[in-house]
C-alpha cells in the first residue's frame, strides 16, 4: 500500500470520527448532563435549573414582601401634617397645624412662636408680632415649662409624673411657662403664662399671664408644696434694688407666689 493511500485512509478516519463526536454532541439531551450543587446533590440540568429558578423566585417574593411591610408601617405611623407646627412637634411632640400661641397680655394678641433662638446658652421658642405700628417679639422659656397636676390625692414628688387621663377626650396638661415679651423699647417683660395643652385635639389654649418684671433673671420656677387648692406657684428670679440703674445686672433674690387653676392665674399679693 502506497503511502498517499494510508495518508488517505487515516484523514478519511479523523474526519469521521470528528463528525461522529459533533454527532454524538448535538443529539445529547439535558436528561444527559449533570451537575454537583452547593449542597453536593448531583442533579440533572433541567432539576437543578428549574430548582435555582424556584429559589430565586422565593428570594425576590421575600424581598418585595419585606419592603410592603417597611413601607406599611411607616405609611401608618409618619402621617405627614400641611403646615406642621416645628414648636409643638419638638415641645410635645405632636404633629399638628394647630401653633403654640402666646396672647399679648395687654391686647389679648395671639402671637404664634415660629421658631427657635439661643441667647446666652438659653433656647428659646420665639414669635414675631405687629400691633399697629409697635413690632416685637415673643419667647418662651420653654426648658421652664412646669407641669400642673390638680389631683391632691398625689404625693408632692409625683405631680408632675402623673399620667394622663384614659379617656382620650380628657387628656389634658394643665402648665406654666415664662416668656418675655419686647417691643421697640429697651423693656425685656418677663411673665409667666398658665397653659392648657389638649392631647385629644392637638391644641393648646393659653388662659392668662402675671408680670414678674422687666429685664429681670429668672431662677426657679415650681409649685408650692402641699399642690393643693388654693394652688400656688413660686417664682424664684434676681431684680434689682430701687436705687440700682437699669443697666446693671440683677443681683436681688426675689419670690413671687401666684395663684393657679385650671383656668386662672393671678398674682397674690
Not at 415679651?181 to 392637638?202: A, K, M, R
Amino acid at each position: 500500500m502506497s503511502m498517499f493511500v494510508k495518508l488517505t485512509i487515516a484523514a478519511t478516519v479523523l474526519v469521521l470520527s470528528i463528525l461522529a463526536a459533533g454527532i454524538y454532541r448535538f443529539n445529547m439531551t439535558n436528561d444527559d448532563i449533570y451537575m454537583v450543587m452547593e449542597d453536593g446533590q448531583v442533579l440533572q440540568y433541567d432539576e437543578a435549573m428549574a430548582q435555582a429558578d424556584a429559589k430565586a423566585k422565593a428570594k425576590e417574593a421575600a424581598l418585595s414582601s419585606s419592603e410592603d411591610a417597611i413601607e406599611s408601617v411607616v405609611a401608618s405611623e409618619v402621617k405627614p401634617v400641611a403646615n406642621a407646627s416645628e414648636v409643638m412637634l419638638k415641645l410635645f411632640s405632636l404633629n399638628t397645624a394647630n401653633p403654640f400661641e402666646v396672647k399679648l397680655p395687654d391686647s389679648q394678641l395671639p402671637v404664634v412662636l415660629t421658631h427657635f433662638i439661643k441667647i446666652k446658652q438659653t433656647e428659646f421658642a420665639l414669635g414675631d408680632y405687629q400691633q399697629g405700628e409697635e413690632k416685637g417679639r415673643v419667647l418662651l422659656d420653654y426648658m421652664r415649662i412646669t407641669p400642673l397636676n390638680f389631683d391632691p390625692a398625689l404625693e408632692p414628688d409625683t405631680q408632675s409624673d402623673a399620667p394622663l387621663q384614659d379617656d382620650p377626650k380628657q387628656q389634658t396638661m394643665p402648665f406654666v411657662a415664662p416668656y418675655i415679651v419686647t417691643n421697640q423699647g429697651s423693656g425685656v417683660f418677663w411673665y409667666l403664662g398658665l397653659f392648657s395643652l389638649d392631647y385629644g385635639q392637638n391644641r393648646l389654649v393659653h388662659l392668662g399671664s402675671v408680670f414678674i418684671g422687666d429685664r429681670i433673671e429668672v431662677d426657679n420656677i415650681e409649685p408650692v408644696y402641699p399642690f393643693e387648692a388654693p394652688f400656688k406657684v413660686a417664682i424664684t428670679y434676681r431684680d434689682r434694688a430701687a436705687s440700682q440703674a437699669m443697666a446693671e445686672e440683677p443681683n436681688v433674690a426675689k419670690t413671687l407666689e401666684v395663684g393657679v387653676s385650671e383656668t386662672e392665674i393671678k398674682a397674690l399679693h
